[in-house]
């Protein structure tokens, strides 16, 4: 186990395009500034999916879908 204290992080999100379903995905990642480690996240099922959440194989990166604020109200239109 790390004797680093885990203070301070780093965090990157990549926004990226699912054209085939017209949809978005912010990739979230996060490192101890310290040692480097990356943090896994937890309680998430493996893969990727348009509308729900979920993490890369070996969980250090969160798959969130994500859309614009007026996004349901446009499709209820």
Known sequence: MSEC???DFEATVTI???EDV???VADVRIVC????RP???LGLPGGLH???PTVSVDATEARLPIAPADF???EDS
């Open 16 to 18: 990226n395009r699912l």
């Open 50 to 52: 348009p509308e729900l």
């Open 39 to 41: 943090f896994r996240f």
């Open 5 to 7: 204290e885990h203070k």
């Open 22 to 24: 017209k949809r978005c």
């Open 72 to 74: 349901f109200l446009l």
């Open 33 to 36: 500034l310290e040692c480097k």
